[in-house]
């Protein structure tokens, strides 16, 4: 069965600086999905990306960035120049072959201090 | 707002009560997701409904049912209510099948606190 590890319950940074959330997965299976959710304190979840195991060029979206490694299989998520606004719980969830049970890690919170 | 409605927003009960959630789904969605959000638990997968059918079971407990109506909205019941069902519920959807893993569209949850 799929699992998903964040290894960081919560991390705290200074607005401006840089984040790195680090999410690590196991699955049996070649063709898997990847994604990363945003909670924040208003409490529904927002879709960030999703990535599928062939594809493991690194993406960059604004401030986001997200580095998948096969070779690790770590799918880490990096926030660059920190907001007060990205403040949230940021969760990272697997989906095996288009399994319908996506399983979520047991998510990150991230506070960035003004 | 995603397009995915869940009532009631929060819910106070007694244990040994029962509740029903609901959800309608984005337009365009045939799929339906539950899940159960704890602080102990963390992100549980429930159930999943397309079209109507079941497909996907996951940590739901016999004392919970859920059922997708024709017209495509959810609800899930939960009976005999325990301390321990305390939780958000979270209603999901997607167009499936599609080629590839689904993009969940969350709801903004059902606070249920059992008293």
């Known amino acids: 069965a799929q699992k998903v590890t964040q290894a960081q319950t919560e991390i705290s940074v200074v607005e401006k600086e840089d984040v790195t959330l680090d999410c690590v997965y196991e699955t049996r299976d070649t063709t898997y999905y990847l994604f990363w959710y945003k909670q924040p304190p208003s409490g529904e979840l927002v879709f960030l990306i999703r990535?599928?195991?062939?594809?493991?060029q690194n993406e960059i979206s604004g401030r986001y960035s997200w580095n998948f490694q096969k070779s690790t299989s770590s799918f880490n998520f990096t926030i660059t120049a920190s907001q007060v606004v990205d403040s949230a719980v940021y969760f990272c969830?697997?989906?095996?072959?288009?399994?319908?049970?996506?399983?979520f890690g047991a998510g990150t919170r991230l506070t960035v201090k003004p | 707002d995603s397009g995915v409605t869940q009532t009631p927003k929060h819910l106070i009960t007694a244990t040994g009560q029962r509740v029903t959630l609901r959800c309608s789904p984005r337009?365009?969605?045939?799929?339906v997701y539950w899940y159960q959000q704890s602080l102990d638990q963390g992100l549980q997968f429930l159930i999943q409904?397309?079209?109507?059918?079941?497909?996907a079971k996951g940590n739901i407990l016999e004392r919970f049912s859920a059922q997708q109506f024709p017209d495509l909205h959810s609800e899930l019941n939960l009976s005999s209510l325990e301390l321990g069902d305390s939780a958000l519920y979270f209603c999901?959807?997607?167009?499936?099948?599609?080629?590839?893993?689904?993009?969940?569209?969350f709801g903004a949850g059902s606070r249920l606190t059992v008293l």
């Open positions: 969830a697997l989906s095996e072959n288009d399994n319908n049970d996506m399983r």
């Open positions: 999901a959807s997607s167009v499936w099948p599609s080629s590839g893993a689904n993009v969940l569209t």
């Open positions: 337009s365009g969605d045939l799929s």
């Open positions: 409904y397309y079209n109507g059918e079941e497909r």
């Open positions: 990535r599928n195991s062939f594809d493991e």
